[in-house]
Structures are given as C-alpha cells and as structure tokens.
C-alpha cells in the first residue's frame, strides 16, 4: 500500500488512519503482525498513557526458554511516538532518532511496561519547538516481570518538529 506523503515526506500510514478509526487503537495495535505472533497487548489508558503487556509463550521464547529480546523490545517500541503524535496533532513531525535495551535479568512469565507522558512535557515540547524549531527529547520505561521486578529498561530518543508547511 502507497503511503500519501505530506511536504516532509512523512505521514501516517492510510492502513493505521483506518483502523484507528474503524476499530479503535487498541485493537488497530492487536492486529498487527508482529505484535499478534508476538502476544503483545497494548491498551490505552488514557490520551497520555499506554499498558503493554506480554505473556511468555512458544511465539516469542527464545532459546533458553525466556522472552526473546526482540519481542520484549518490540513491545516497548512505538509508545512514546504514539502518545506524542496523539497529543501534538497533525501538524507536528515525530521520528525515533535512536534507542536502546538493556537487559537486567532473564523475562518470564507475563512482563508488562507503562509509557507516560505527562501533560507538562506536552507544553515544554511545543515551547521548545516555538524557540528552536526542533527538540531531541529523552524516554525511559522499565519491563517489569509479575513480581514487580526490571527485567529490561529501554531509551528512547525522539527527534520532534513542526512540519513544513
């Protein structure tokens, strides 16, 4: 499917416009390839938080019989983007720059994150952008197992500007 692209060269995909006004994010993010094969659930909490949960099963185990990292960073991947996207409009551009996982100890079972982004930032982001015309900013989310404990922290660096117009 062709992508319609704004001056940027950048928009959402027609595919996910759709779904999301069809059936909804939550389901629009359950029928995804990677995250149906994968068992992720996303569910959105509010316009500034997301749940993401994942139960440890043959789809995404890896050799040893933990959550295969790929999977575990999969499940982390497009939340920050999406709940700045979701709050800054349609006339903001926002792209992963980079990020990273760092492992702390083997996932099993179900593991879960929350991505937050507060209201507050929302405003700082617009602020900076009228200054500077663009901002790198900074995520963190833990991967927690059932006991509360880190199994995996990922970062997030996301490049955010205005579009041209």
Not at 54 to 80: E, K, Q
Not at 98 to 119: M, N, W
Not at 143 to 163: F, G, H, P, S, W
Request: proline share 4%; net charge positive; glycine share 6%.
């Amino acid at each position: 499917m062709s992508h319609i692209k704004s001056k940027t060269g950048f928009s959402l995909n027609p595919l996910w416009q759709f779904m999301r006004k069809t059936y909804g994010m939550d389901e629009a993010f359950k029928s995804f390839g990677p995250y149906q094969g994968a068992s992720i659930i996303p569910k959105m909490i509010d316009r500034n938080t997301v749940e993401v949960t994942m139960p440890l099963v043959p789809l995404n185990t890896n050799y040893v019989g933990n959550h295969f990292g790929g999977s575990l960073y999969s499940m982390c991947d497009p939340f920050f983007m999406f709940i700045l996207i979701e709050n800054l409009g349609e006339d903001y551009l926002v792209w992963d720059k980079s990020a990273r996982i760092e492992f702390r100890k083997p996932g099993t079972g179900t593991v879960r994150a929350l991505f937050h982004i507060q209201d507050a930032e929302i405003g700082e982001i617009k602020s900076a952008i009228q200054q500077n015309k663009k901002t790198i900013r900074n995520y963190e989310v833990n991967i927690l197992n059932q006991d509360n404990e880190v199994v995996a922290t990922v970062y997030k660096e996301l490049y955010i500007r205005k579009k041209d117009v």
